[in-house]
């Protein structure tokens, strides 16, 4: 398997996970909120935007590479784990 290969494996992996933590720190961010901590919640929106942004760029770069391909291994340690945490080498 080839960098590139790998790369288009791991770029939707990347994209997917942070829209995981987008949604666990918004769920914060509404709990600060709750309990008047507003300052906090406008860092978390903040960090919220730039992770947005991130995956714009991540995206850009799959588009680039040619799209995502699929790992064959994948599945198996979906399965396994919920989600990937796989170093590609």
Same mark, same amino acid.
């Given at each position: 398997?080839?960098?590139? /290969?790998? +790369?288009?494996?791991?770029?939707?992996?990347?994209?997917?996970? &942070?829209? @995981?933590?987008?949604?666990?720190? !918004?769920?914060?961010?509404?709990?600060?909120?709750?309990?008047?901590?507003?300052?906090?919640? /406008?860092? +978390?929106?903040?960090?919220?935007?730039?992770?947005?942004?991130? &995956?714009? @760029?991540?995206?850009?770069?799959? !588009?680039?590479?040619?799209?995502?391909?699929?790992?064959?291994?994948?599945?198996?340690?979906?399965?396994?784990?919920?989600?990937?945490?796989?170093?590609?080498?």
């Amino acid at each position: 398997m080839t960098d590139m /290969e790998k +790369l288009r494996i791991l770029l939707p992996h990347w994209i997917a996970h &942070n829209h @995981e933590h987008i949604a666990e720190i !918004d769920r914060w961010a509404s709990l600060c909120e709750i309990s008047d901590n507003i300052h906090v919640k /406008e860092a +978390l929106k903040k960090a919220i935007g730039a992770t947005e942004k991130v &995956n714009e @760029e991540l995206q850009h770069a799959m !588009d680039m590479a040619g799209g995502p391909i699929e790992d064959p291994e994948a599945h198996g340690r979906q399965q396994r784990h919920g989600h990937i945490h796989q170093k590609h080498e």
